[in-house]
């Protein structure tokens, strides 16, 4: 089965493996030029059109599975970044768990106590702060624009490896609420988030953009947090107490020695290279592919990672 | 903790827990006046806005959890519908198996043996049919357009509960790939498919319309699919026949004793009730929601389904 299944519904063909069958389509079908897919363009890529992520903003979040990876993007969230971060270092997610999985929507972590008696002090850190929804455009250096139509910002594209939507009419900039994103749960009031409860996305969430203060994303171990069963009680919330997954700790990567370190680098956004990841997906070549869109959605693209090999 | 966050990152916020926050936003942000979420309107239905699945074209896929109900979809691909109920009548799918779930993707089912000189035989059935990827505009009764932009179809809307693209110029209508829509895996050729390898989405495929016989949707059953193991071998294929997760049985409701047929309704896509549905996910109330997008994609806006109670 797996020479027939392995070509497909595949979303990187790798097409020196299937030259053999530009002469197979359909009769009725037109066949559309091989190109390079976004396989390709990684292997082809240069050194410099990658970029390893920062230690003092990436956070390991180890489970009872391994490692989940996530980068902090203290541009568009700058106090809640440093908010995390300061929780982090006083070990105050060490211990706590996912506390919830609704399907097709997010995975979210935080204290099972908060709101108890037995809740979790911040210490030095902050238990809610001013939302961070949006930041000044100016704040952003690094915006790279898709042509692609976004019915939920006027401007869209990716900052350093981020997913953003822009509006120049006000003037500000945000992260989207793409695969693996991760945000701050708050109550009604905008203010009342801090940090100190997150989620990862894991279904469509754009109509969140500007509604929640988003700090970064998971760049490794989305396969295992959005596999965990999703929770019985309303909204997707685990019902007892043994059905939380725990979280071992959560570090900032400079904290640990470089020999702990995970090496994750991620295509630069800016990079010809990641232009050329999205036309591999806006435009997919044949002989698969039998008609092209000529469109992708900011969310149907995610940003190229790739682990270091020591 | 649970009181905090159950009204946080919400879909369905119910407004009558939350009018005491009605004073309680960020200063600087706006209070958008409440309205009725999607759980309000559900509530406030009539029987007449939702339509009893046909067991004729409905299927149960029996799996070690329980139940996965299918909606299959005969006016977007008549022959493959019809083909993959004679492959059911023949038991054909009785004790297979999903062989792959790639994050963010796809859950693949089907014959582990395909391909091989143990590959089950179809009987009566067909092993490849002619592609259907699109149907005439002409076949489909049913559609209301959505006015919200889609990059990847010149109009987008729903057919009596399904997500569907049409072009006007070409004269054509298809199913979108929503999450948890069901196609039919092929080989390169667009005719080598015939539905003894099966999918359902569970990250966005879009960019698939038009490219893959769609022949419904998963009713009840998605949160089990997608919570499975993703596969560690390329694709996200299961690399040791253990790791399959076996198929009971497949069978046509229709051939099942009404007292052992689920009983699903699926709201009308062509009543009130669901364009109020969409607009409640297009431009949502307060006091949680700050901004309304003013949006919502085709695949953001998931048909209203519940079990009817015995």
Redesign the interface.
Known sequence: ???????????TLLLGA?TL?AA???A??KELPPKPSVTDIVKASKPSDWRALDPDNTLYMEMPWGRVVIELAPTFAPNHVKNIKALVRNHYFDGLAV???Q????V?W???????DKARPVKGAQKTL??E?TVPLANDKHFTRMP?????APQSGHSNGFPVGRDPKTGETWLAHC?GMV?V???????SGGGT?L?AT???????????TVVGRVVSG???L?????GPA??G?YDKPEMNVPITSVRVAADLPPEQRSRFDVMRTDSAAFQAVLDA?RN?GG?????A?H???L??A?VPVREQKP
Chains 1, 2 share one sequence.
């Not at 399907?103 to 997010?106: A, G, K, L, P, S």
């Not at 935080?110 to 108890?116: A, R």
């Not at 959005?226 to 999703?230: E, F, G, T, V």
């Open positions: 089965m797996k020479a027939k299944v392995y070509r497909t519904i595949h979303r299937c069958f197979g389509a359909g009725a079908e506390v919830r999985v399907d097709n929507w997010v979210q935080g204290d099972p106590n908060d709101e108890t001013k939302a929804f692609d139509v976004d019915g939920y695969y945000g749960g708050r109550d009604s009031d905008a203010d409860s989620y894991i279904g469509p969430a754009r109509h969140l953009d500007r509604n929640i989305m396969p295992q959005a596999a965990l069963p999703r309303p909204m919330f997906q997919r002989p698969w592919t039998k008609v869109m469109h992708v959605d969310c149907a995610p």
